[in-house]
């Protein structure tokens, strides 16, 4: 079975500059999260889908970030424009209710710099 | 609200030791708890989990953790450290229910090295 697959690995961009990261669940997982991973620190969660909808976005910097998940299976997170601030690796989980539990499997990150 | 503590952002071991890295947890309901393990320029992989059954979980690759709940501690144990165990490892706390279900807290993560 597949994991949970991103893409791009790494992307270097100029400041300002807009970014989209992608990213592919495990085949059968409604729920999928986008983590941000500071240096040196745990993920945090940005947001949370349930299928199509984003049930906990609360730490989202709307301003600037935004994510869609149209039919419920791959998600993109986009930033515009990009900050200094958001050099990061940007994490994708996902993870299903059939088992009981909300164990959370990870993809490989994509890792962010911001010159 | 919930949160976690890592005990410790580095641990330095000899091969063949003991692993011990420790946990604190807070939740205002039961949880469930996580450890997991990342290798440089890699993802997150699970190691293990505790989910209101058995109070000694054995994972992966050796790693085992023992749910406390009067200590509000998981601490991570191996008995016999090896080389490929070197890697940051992440503690982590979720809910079993209510609205901040599927929502992971981690801890600052405590990184492993293992000396030959």
């Known amino acids: 079975e597949a994991g949970v697959v991103q893409s791009p690995r790494y992307k270097i961009i100029e400041k300002k500059q807009p970014v989209a990261f992608w990213c592919n669940p495990i085949s059968g997982h409604n729920t999928l999260y986008w983590y941000l991973q500071n240096l040196g620190q745990g993920p945090e969660l940005l947001i949370r889908y349930e299928n199509e909808e984003a049930v906990d976005d609360s730490q989202l910097p709307k301003d600037r970030f935004s994510a869609e998940r149209l039919k419920g299976v791959d998600s993109t997170l986009k930033i515009q424009p990009a900050e200094l601030g958001d050099s990061a690796v940007y994490l994708c989980?996902?993870?299903?209710?059939?088992?009981?539990?909300?164990?959370?499997?990870f993809g490989p990150g994509t890792r962010l710099t911001v010159l | 609200a919930q949160s976690v503590t890592q005990l410790g952002s580095h641990v330095s071991v000899s091969e063949g030791a003991l692993v011990l890295l420790r946990c604190n947890y807070s939740s205002s309901v039961p949880p469930y708890l996580f450890w997991y393990v990342q290798y440089p320029n890699q993802g997150l992989q699970l190691l293990l989990k505790?989910?209101?059954?058995?109070?000694l979980v054995k994972g992966i690759n050796g790693f085992e953790a023992e749910f406390k709940k009067s200590e509000t501690s998981f601490h991570l144990t191996k008995p016999s450290a090896h080389m490929s165990d070197a890697a940051e490892y992440f503690c982590a706390v979720s809910n079993a229910g209510g609205t901040s279900y599927g929502k992971l807290t981690f801890g600052q993560g405590t990184i492993l090295t293992v000396h030959p």
């Open positions: 989980a996902s993870s299903t209710r059939l088992a009981g539990t909300d164990t959370q499997y």
């Open positions: 505790y989910t209101s059954a058995a109070t």
